[in-house]
């Protein structure tokens, strides 16, 4: 009520002392702001002549022209539009815009602008560039998956890390020794952890013909679960379905040093020839690697997080760096749809590195040749082209 009285009071001052004051040019715009959820008008005066010691904007808004109107913002004097993020879709508003001077003479009033309504579009048409972008990944995943399911042999980059998997696999047979996997310490609802579990599955079913003992301790209950279940699947897969055991996978604790201290001892005590580090690691990889360096095992360790990499390069055999994680199941099961995933996805980075190269092309020209505004030009339409809105 009080705020209501006080707008009244301003609006009853502006129209007795702004009369003279009010430019002709005064235009106050008020429309919705198009490709968004709704809710967002926008006001612009950029196009109004003021002097230059005005020292702050004051915006009003109303239901109608002749209703009461409620201060809703107050802007610095060098503004030339404002965004009401406060409307409610469907109904009009009425906008004052009032100029106040520093020396504290008469205001400038603009005309009322209105009505301007909210609405909500089905497209917001200043991301159709990502649009494109995630169209032409699309159809070139599906392009891939069709090619791979027709029998055509997609091309895959050799990872060193995977194509020695078998090798370690057969040295721990040859010396009788076990196998220990280390699926990361993160949860189930972590991609990383997946990825680690999805080489389990492929690692048990080498195990599983080579009739060799995995030992995978956890530090999760689903991911126990989880990692009981592709091995079983693994070994029923392999032909060997009573080579399986629960206690393949046993639950250590969920406390990040003591899992630690559990897993050394285990290495400690066993000795396995091979030691798998797939998954997400934080402090503790440098540990348990250095163990497994000590103990003479042949190590292949993978992970996403740039931190840990450094440690794992140093204290392991292979490492599968950042991406080569996730590319690893596509990689070692050869399935249509993860082959065609996988490369439809190498035809996004495709389209990326080809932008930063033409974008740097066109840059440098456009600094070499001053006079040419064409090279500039290019150089904006690719950047606007992968730009995030």
Known sequence: MLAGALAACLLLIFDATAQEATAPDAVVTAKDRGSDAGGVIELSWAAWELPADVARFEILRGTSPEGDFETVAELPGTDSGYVDETAVDGQDYYYIVAALIQTGGHPFVAPTAGPARSSAQWFNTSRLNQFIIGAVISLAIVAFIWAARSGRKLFVRKIAGLEAVDEAIGRATEMGRPILFIPGIQDMDNVETIAGLTILARVAHTVAEYETTLNVPVSRSLVMTTARESIREAYLAAGRPDGYSDDMVHYLTDEQFGYVAA??????????????????????????????????????????????????????????????????????????????????QDVGKAMGMIAVAAGVLFLTLSSLLPGVDLFRRLADIVGGLFQVN
């Open 263 to 344: 897993v050394n001892g285990i290495m400690v005590r066993q000795k396995p020839a091979t030691c798998f580090y797939m998954g997400a690691f934080y402090a503790e990889s440098l540990i348990m690697a250095e163990t497994g360096a000590e103990i003479g095992a042949i190590q292949i360790a993978g992970t996403a997080q740039p931190a840990q990499l450094p440690f794992f390069v140093a204290a392991c055999d292979y490492t599968l760096i950042g991406e080569e994680l996730f590319a690893a199941s596509a990689y070692l099961s050869g399935e249509p749809r993860q082959l065609g995933s996988l490369k439809g």
